[in-house]
């Protein structure tokens, strides 16, 4: 009795999601320009207004080199410098897209996650989506607050008036969200 496996299992899962952690997006240091061979910028998260992590990187040629501090257990704070190889692309209408290199796995990856010794992909830090831990009530009630703010609503609350159809929407396109989002909501 209570051998391993039994028990009540969590609805939600056992895997951290994505959301939940701090993230480098390529694409974001590439508009910013933090991609340029030979520069040095920082890269803020806060949460609230308040400051919540931050990190230096220092660009080169192929690869890009994270700084920043990291303590674990409340121990002592140590420095880190991490580094990330980069490949590039070739697009179809020309220019190139940057990609990382997971330093972990190897894959190229357009978002590397804050992991417990360094930033790796999601899939060597173990995340998930956050609709993949979804039940069917959850991904309705999502569906149905998607069509709404198509149809212009601003509250998130499923059962207040919507306002009147969108500007440039056609009369057929309003209607038939409009029954769809009913007959969701009727389920």
Not at 25 to 52: A, F, H, M, P, Y
Not at 89 to 114: A, E, M, N
Not at 131 to 157: F, H, M, P, T
Request: aromatic share 10%.
């Amino acid at each position: 009795m209570g051998g391993n496996g039994s028990g009540r299992r969590s609805r939600y899962g056992t895997k951290d999601t994505m959301e939940r952690r701090q993230s480098l997006d390529i694409n974001w240091l590439q508009r910013e320009g933090n991609l340029e061979v030979n520069r040095r910028s920082s890269v803020r998260w806060s949460c609230d207004g308040k400051e919540t992590g931050s990190i230096t990187t220092i660009s080169y040629d192929k690869s890009l080199v994270l700084e920043y501090r990291q303590r674990s257990g409340g121990g002592e704070w140590r420095e880190v410098r991490n580094p990330v190889a980069l490949a590039w692309t070739p697009c179809h209408y020309g220019g190139q897209r940057p990609w990382f290199i997971c330093p972990d796995c190897g894959r190229r990856v357009g978002k590397l996650y804050s992991a417990t010794r360094c930033f790796l992909c999601r899939h060597c830090c173990g995340l998930v989506y956050k609709s993949q831990r979804e039940d069917v009530q959850d991904r309705l009630l999502r569906r149905i607050q998607r069509i709404r703010g198509k149809l212009g609503a601003r509250s998130g609350w499923i059962f207040d008036l919507l306002p009147d159809k969108p500007k440039g929407m056609h009369n057929s396109t309003w209607f038939r969200l409009f029954q769809t989002k009913n007959q969701l909501m009727r389920r």
